[in-house]
């Protein structure tokens, strides 16, 4: 049984860039939430979506958009990258949106430069 | 903003000892979750509390919660050099949404 698989698993992007991450929902979960993780930190909540829209949002600008597919795959789209997007971002998935338990992906490892 | 607050923020110890971890929060709620991070990669689900419980067991792990005092704590016994990890608390609010909201977490060290 695949857990929840991200990619890529690094990237080095330019200030300015955009950049796409990519995320599958370990197999028979349909929400997927997404967090950014900075150094010496813990996870920072971005949004999570179910039935492929955003049920919820955290405190972050609109720079950063997602996207969940009918197969319950998703993505986190940031635009214009500063060079504090420099993080951890980490996909969770769950079954269902109400205090379930979340299995997370290894992450991907944004670097800005 | 984080919710949970991890303390100690470092722990070493040696193979063998028990490690104790606890976390304190700030608003009421659904549950509590512990989960563990090997040099910065995914995260890996420990164990989850509810609010009316009060203790949970899986393993070497236990883990109370004690919501008048808003804290919890992650016992691991016996430990291990492969516990060496980062260790976080992350709770659940009432308002039934499955987000988490992170401590800063416990770096834990056991040495063998």
């Known amino acids: 049984d695949a857990g929840v698989t991200q990619s890529p698993t690094h990237l080095i992007k330019t200030r300015g860039q955009q950049v796409t991450l990519r995320c599958s929902p370990k197999?028979?979960?349909?929400?997927v939430s997404w967090y950014q993780q900075a150094l010496g930190q813990g996870p920072q909540f971005i949004f999570q979506?179910?039935?492929?829209?955003?049920?919820q949002r955290g405190n972050f600008p609109d720079r950063f958009s997602g996207h969940q597919f009918p197969n319950y795959s998703s993505e986190l789209n940031v635009n214009a990258l500063l060079l504090g997007d420099s993080a951890l971002y980490l996909c969770a998935s769950s079954l269902g949106w109400v205090n379930t338990e979340a299995f997370f992906g290894q992450g991907t490892r944004l670097t800005v430069v | 903003s984080q919710q949970g607050e991890e303390d100690p923020q470092a722990l070493s110890i040696q193979e063998g000892e028990n490690a104790t971890m606890n976390c304190s929060y700030k608003?009421?709620?659904?549950?509590l979750q512990w989960y563990r991070q090997n040099s910065g990669r995914g995260l890996v689900h420990l164990i989850l509390i509810r609010s009316n419980e009060r203790e949970k067991h899986s393993g070497r792990l236990r883990v109370t919660l004690d919501t008048s005092k808003k804290s919890s704590s992650l016992l691991i016994t016996a430990s291990r050099a492969a516990d060496t990890a980062s260790y976080f608390c992350a709770t659940v609010l009432i308002s039934g949404y499955s987000t988490l909201t992170f401590g800063k977490g416990t770096m834990l060290l056991v040495s063998p």
């Open positions: 979506y179910y039935e492929e829209e955003e049920r």
């Open positions: 197999s028979g979960h349909d929400t």
């Open positions: 608003t009421s709620i659904n549950n």
